[in-house]
């Protein structure tokens, strides 16, 4: 017996399944017939594979992009100036024998050819399979799922967090070790790429990788970009392998941008708006987004909900657009009182009192908050007297403790925060007053490395120690590259922090560096 994930790991890592006998034979009868013109007009067009994302109990979205030329200069991905036909088949088998669902739609100039189909009238809580065929094309086959009914209780939910891939640092090895686990839903918490020019971020020695193009600020940059990034085998398996539900942080746009701020520059520049017009509308193009994530300029709506029957709701947070610029880097008195003034939200007003609704609001076993900065303080000090970063949720201490007292006053059963950006793994425990260690934690938050940033990393132990031993809520510390399967199930949560030993060649295996339990109704971290 060959099973299930032998053979999605094995046709997805591959990405070459319409080749094989199975599939060719299940290609010969088109769910939709072209025209004999419409054949072969292009080169392969399905360079930067197929993905899914944000699963409702009826449907998912799918997504793939034409693209022959997917590093042309002008971010068109060498298409003709005309619409395209694109066929979708959604089926129940990996060999698309059982076709229940498909369609045609039209891949437009305007949006570089990208495509995003809503799909409906699927099963709930089932796994499915998707492909798109484009003028005598066929695309790569990708494994999907749905989420459960509203009304029901499903037993489990394994989610895997990545974060921070800088394409220049290293392989993505972690992204196929991610795909080999066939998780129900991926959750990307930002910097899917980033945008400096080559070599502007080097990691030691130098880096391994090139990218093409220069800092990305024109929408044919970013377009280009975003295609550099969807070339590579290991996030297209990635991709392939579940439904993915993502936000961005600041590489997407700008290194540390806050609203309508750019990095390095205290005062709005009317030409930022331009340049995070052009960003937005190259992360939806290349995104599994629904249409309510469409940018209207330099807006765009990637705060949302998704539910897992009663088990879980996921709480996707924008902790970018909204946020009120960052307070200086120094440590003076000022910047002390200004971190700490009630009137700055990393969240704006608007999407802190969404959250703090919808927690109030929840019925699942599990709220977890997927979003992109450090949540708990993190003293990075040994001496005397706290010192924290600004970029993170420490530089905005009364807005998180606006949302840790809404765990508790909302009787919020058991939140978890899930975060990315530091290029480290954490697990915390969250109290409403980190200075007193002895309080009763409120919640966990599992932080994931990155895929390769900062390169291969490495475990200073005397370093952790030192780090921990100022702040004793962080229970687990590790600089090397990796991602974080949780496993939701109603009595328990399960962490499992994944590492690879290096990203600089190809081919790392993975080990699980620390297991965690969090008990139902029991907040804080325990060792599995």
Partial sequence: MISRRTVVGGALASLGVMSTPALAAAARPPLLEMPMAARRRLRDP??????????????VVLWTRLAPQPLAWDGLGGMPSREVLVDWQVAEDPGLTRVVRGGRVRAVP???????????????GREYFYRFRAEGHLSGVGRTRTA???????????????????????????YRRLAEETPDLVLHLGDYLYEMRNDA?????????????????????????????????????????????????DHEVDGNWAGLHQEHRRRSDPSFRQRRASAFRAYYENMPLRRTSLPHGPRMRIYRRLQWGDLATVHLLDTRQYRDDQVSRGHSRSARRARLDPRRSIT????????????????????????????????????????????????????????????????????????????????NDLRLDFDRPSTRPVGVELVTTSITSGGDG????????????????????????????ARFERERLYADFKTVPYVRRPGAPVRTAASFVVEDRNPGLQPA
């Fill in 458 to 485: 490495q475990d200073r132990s005397g370093e952790m120690r030192a780090e921990r031993a100022v702040n004793p809520h962080i229970r687990f510390a590790s600089g090397r590259r990796g991602y974080v399967l």
């Fill in 348 to 427: 704006g007003d608007r999407q802190e009192q969404w959250l703090l609704q919808g927690l109030g609001d929840s019925d699942a076993r599990w709220d977890v908050l997927a979003q992109q900065v450090f949540f708990a303080q993190r003293d990075r000090s040994r001496r005397p007297g706290l010192q924290v970063g600004m970029d993170g949720w420490d530089g905005y201490a009364a807005s998180r403790h606006r949302i840790l007292e809404g765990f508790e006053h909302r009787g919020v059963r058991n939140p978890v925060v899930l975060t990315g950006d530091v290029h480290r793994h954490y697990a």
């Fill in 148 to 174: 459960p009914a509203y009304a029901s209780s499903p037993s489990s939910l394994t989610v895997a967090a990545a974060s921070c891939a800088q394409y220049e640092h290293g392989y993505f090895t972690a």
């Fill in 46 to 59: 399905f360079t930067l594979g197929v993905a899914s994302g944000d699963p409702e109990p009826d449907g």
């Fill in 110 to 124: 305007r949006f570089a050819h990208a495509v995003h189909v809503e799909v409906d009238g699927l099963q709930p």
């Fill in 201 to 249: 971020y080097v990691a030691y020695p130098h880096n391994v990788r090139s990218v093409a193009g220069p800092e990305t600020v024109s929408l044919a940059a970013y377009r280009q970009r975003h295609a550099q990034y969807k070339t590579d085998p290991d996030l297209q398996a990635a991709h392939a392998a579940a439904p993915w539900s993502v936000v961005f942080d």
